[in-house]
């Protein structure tokens, strides 16, 4: 796996927000600048002093080029280590380097505080800092990914480098990475982790659309894998499919340190999960979500399972992958109906903590699409800080649920005609009218939710064919039912949802 390296002038963080990065991702964390006091043997104005600037640049050459070739780590550069094209070089071929920017007056008031002696800027720290940002302005402007660090804490901005990294460590259910990174890369992720004996599985259509890239990666790297296919659709996630993975997984001669790949939207990912999690007691797994619904939901948390003709999801498992890699460019075969059924996902994602993404996704479906990566990361990361909360969904976690309650409903009592996206949209604005209705919602919110995702496509209202007897009637057997009551998200306003107990489920459906 690449390094990631943080750059940026005197004064923006970067040991800061480099530690708990590291800390974050569970990777180390290396200062250059004490690895070149290390080595050096004197600290830096020390060198400085004595030796002149020229022979510290070699000094921080060579101790880049040593740090560059050992194993994964969170590296914090100093404010002028890739000014050397050689350096940049390095820096770009070994890792991805995120430039912390912020304005004049906050590193100021950050350095004025710091007890690191920095001997290019001694003297008047205004007038020396703004020379040489002045200096370096078209260098740092060159680095394609910047972060602005003003106005937030270190572990704030910590936690929107990841975002634009696209990347999370999951650690309360088991051990695992998330990553938005091209699907090739599987096969080193998975050599990275020890993983064995692959087989993939993947719905008829993925796999025609797929497969291969995933099959050629793993071939190349000396795997010998397995391919799977089962049919594609909700009406195939059944006990009668798992029974086929179980023994699809036995003629591929599969053993407890094998691992099964998910190749697929959410239908398939539950699927896989829940036959690895069952196999021989248990086997690793690792999603390749292809589905933008997948991506931002289905794939993270380790929910697993498959439905009964009563409901959804009402057998499963709780059994988390050791991986999960998100190719957004996958999404480019996505057939337009799917990819604007997932944005549902995206939407909820941010009515519940995130308005900057709901404000996002209410520019519509073409704004969406020309900034599709942004979007997967700042719904993936929503999900991830609610599951590393609340692993197992005993409390703060439910607010993932606004609009499932009754999507999963009226997904049902249309035989799956609406697809799951379609039917949280409905159920979001259903559940925002209610919670209006009992005075939880803020003035606008209902008609604030209806118009970002009537400008998606997405429907508001629930078919007129479909029975509301049968809505409320597969609403008493939903999962999240507890005596007797059906503990819904209600949103409040854009970012604030809250829990609460219905017994009258009728009464939901009657300001719909």
């Not at 350096?87 to 912020?102: C, D, F, K, P, Q």
């Not at 704030?156 to 696209?166: D, E, R």
């Amino acid at each position: 796996m690449p390094h990631l390296f943080l750059y940026g002038s005197p004064g923006s963080g970067k040991s800061t927000i480099g530690k708990l990065l590291a800390r974050n991702l569970k990777l180390p964390f290396v200062d250059l600048d004490r690895v070149i006091e290390a080595d050096a043997g004197m600290p830096i104005p020390q060198i400085m002093a004595g030796r002149g600037e020229s022979a510290f640049r070699d000094l921080e050459a060579a101790a880049l080029s040593k740090v560059a070739s050992e194993s994964e780590s969170v590296i914090a550069l100093g404010g002028g280590a890739l000014l050397r094209d050689a350096n940049r070089a390095i820096a770009e071929s070994t890792g991805r380097v995120i430039l912390l920017t912020a304005e004049l007056d906050t590193l100021l008031e950050r350095l004025a505080t710091d007890s690191i002696q920095r001997p290019l800027l001694a003297g008047d720290l205004r007038e020396k800092l703004s020379s040489l940002l002045t200096r370096r302005a078209e260098h740092y402007v060159s680095f394609p990914l910047r972060l602005r660090v003003d106005g937030r804490t270190a572990e704030a901005n910590a936690w929107q480098a990841q975002i634009l990294l696209g990347r999370f460590h999951l650690s309360a259910m088991g051990e695992y990475d998330v990553l938005v990174a091209p699907v090739e890369q599987v096969s080193d992720l998975l050599h990275a982790r020890g993983m064995k004996n692959p087989v993939i599985v993947s719905d008829e259509n993925v796999a025609q659309l797929h497969a291969d890239k995933v099959l050629d990666s793993l071939c190349r790297a000396g795997y010998a894998p397995h391919l799977l296919t089962i049919p594609a659709g909700e009406e195939h996630k059944t006990l009668e499919t798992v029974n086929r993975l179980w023994r699809g997984f036995l003629e591929a001669g599969l053993d407890r340190r094998s691992t099964v790949i998910a190749l697929g939207g959410g239908v398939t990912g539950d699927l896989a999960g829940f036959a690895a999690s069952t196999f021989m007691r248990g086997v690793d797994w690792v999603a390749l979500p292809t589905s933008l619904l997948a991506m931002v939901d289905a794939s993270l948390g380790g929910k697993t399972g498959f439905d009964l003709p009563e409901g959804k999801n009402l057998v499963g498992a709780f059994h988390p992958p050791k991986l999960v890699l998100a190719d957004p460019q996958l999404l480019t075969t996505l057939p337009e109906a799917e990819f604007i059924s997932g944005l549902a996902e995206a939407v909820k994602h941010g009515v519940i903590a995130d308005p900057e993404l709901f404000a996002m996704c209410a520019q519509g479906p073409e704004w969406v699409k020309e900034h599709l990566e942004e979007i997967v990361k700042r719904a993936m990361a929503v999900k991830v800080k609610f599951i590393e909360e609340d692993p197992y969904e005993e409390e703060r976690r439910a607010v993932l649920n606004l609009g499932h309650t009754v999507g999963h409903a009226v997904e049902l009592v249309s035989g799956f005609r609406v697809r799951h996206g379609e039917a949280v949209a409905i159920g979001m604005i259903v559940e925002a009218r209610y919670a209006a209705r009992v005075g939880l919602a803020r003035a606008g919110l209902v008609e604030a939710m209806t118009e970002a995702l009537s400008a998606l496509g997405l429907p508001v209202r629930i078919p007129e064919d479909l029975p509301r007897a049968e809505i409320v009637r597969a609403m008493r057997v939903d999962k999240k039912k507890s005596a007797g009551a059906i503990r819904f998200a209600l949103p409040v306003e854009i970012g604030k949802v809250e829990l609460v107990e219905v017994t009258d489920l009728e009464s939901v459906l009657e300001a719909e």
